[in-house]
């Protein structure tokens, strides 16, 4: 699967004041393939330059393709403690190492 084949969202969420009093949060950067969500990476810090790096092009920044709304929103709740379970549609495949599972 090339590159071109992921849409992506970049997703800010607010956490809590941290022990600085400074707002705290993470950047999310979700991918999805048709239809279906195939890789999240977290960071922690609003500072989006290390999550930019994760980004395909701006050409693959489509947060409007499904499942990407939904991801967007589930993840929110998460994080606002109104949620504990994710129900979204996944792809999933062998780890990146090449190892058996």
């Known amino acids: 699967m090339s590159v071109a084949d992921f849409d992506s969202d970049l997703i800010q969420i607010q956490l809590p004041a941290g022990g600085a009093g400074g707002p705290a949060g993470l950047a999310v950067v979700a991918k999805a393939t048709a239809g279906a969500l195939v890789e999240l990476s977290i960071f922690r ?10 980004m395909p092009s701006a050409g693959q920044l489509h947060p409007d393709r499904p499942p990407l709304p939904e991801v967007r929103r589930q993840l929110a709740e998460y994080f606002a403690g109104e949620r504990r379970d994710f129900v979204l549609p996944a792809h999933c495949s062998r780890p990146r190492s090449g190892r058996p599972s």
């Open 45 to 54: 810090s609003f500072d989006l330059a290390a999550a930019r790096v994760d």
